[in-house]
């Protein structure tokens, strides 16, 4: 491990030297690749060289103890020693965490898609609460969101949602959201006051570029229609909808949200740029079985992954049995505890394998 960390930090005090070269500095793009490779190796080197200091001191210290010391000093040096080997296991443990091969996509923005499952119009509610929870969690952030698409049902709800969130690593804290959301509530329709159970699906997808995902114009068919609000409320008179079906797969995406065809065209295509690119890292999981089996669950739609309770205000997550009485604020964006844990325990079983 402590050769392959030299290894890198060699290599990042190579980057910064380039970086002060004027040849490269006036070739913009190779200067842009140099200082992206230099951003990604700077916090594993930074904290290597923490490590060496420390292990130095430590080093230093321990020789200390050899020497005629009084009581009082070789009880200081003796706390000293204490101290550094409590610091070198922190940094120890940093460094194993750095060195979990990074996700690719951890830095890209993010395509939510949010629907009602089970249990009708209080469904299609839940998913407007899923809705706006992240909407207030990128807002917590300092992130950008945009709506690609929404089918509402006229009371709150939304039988479908789907909304782009842009921000430095959106999809690395975003990507265990994926999989069934269960609520227990009583809704204000219900007059016996009875608990139903109702569901939601949410789909996180990173956005993907046009290098990573081609996609022949051939394959597939764009239809156009008159968009149309819940209700069967026309939104429009103009045929601006856009319905675009990628043939090979089968895979249909609808926009409508925008008065311009042309932007509704371009969102659809975002979305099925990164459904295509989803199911193609699916494919690949399957023939990578073991790696997706030391994963925290950020893929299986079908997969419960958490249940929130109202009358008992909390919310647990089902795949590290973790519980939170908080129901009111997690719903409201504060959602960094359970993510923190989420991230934890898969770094933990990565770590494992």
Known sequence: ?????????????????????????????????????HSDLEETALAYRAYVNIKSALEDAKEMLFDKLDDDMRDLVKEEVKDKEEELAEIEETLRVLLIPKDPNDDKNVIIEIRGGAGGDEAALFAGVLYRQYLRYAERRGWKTEVLNTNEIGIGGYKEVIFMIKGKGAYSRLKYESGVHRVQRIPETESSGRIHTSTATVAVLPEVDDVEVEINPQDVRTDVFRSSGHGGQSVNTTDSAVRLTHIPTGIVVSCQDEKS??????????????????????????????????????GDRSERIRTYNYPQGRISDHRINLTLYKLSQFVDGDLDEMIDALITEDQAKKMAQ
């Open 1 to 37: 491990m402590y050769d392959k960390l030299a290894g890198l930090d060699e290599r990042y005090r190579e980057l910064e030297a380039m970086m002060a070269d004027v040849e490269v500095v006036n070739d913009y793009e190779r200067y842009q690749k140099i200082a992206m490779e």
């Open 261 to 298: 065809q042309l932007k509704n065209k371009d969102k659809a295509m975002k979305i099925l740029k990164s459904r295509l690119y989803d199911l193609m890292r699916a494919e690949q999981d399957k023939e990578l079985a073991d790696e997706k089996s030391a994963q925290v669950g950020t």
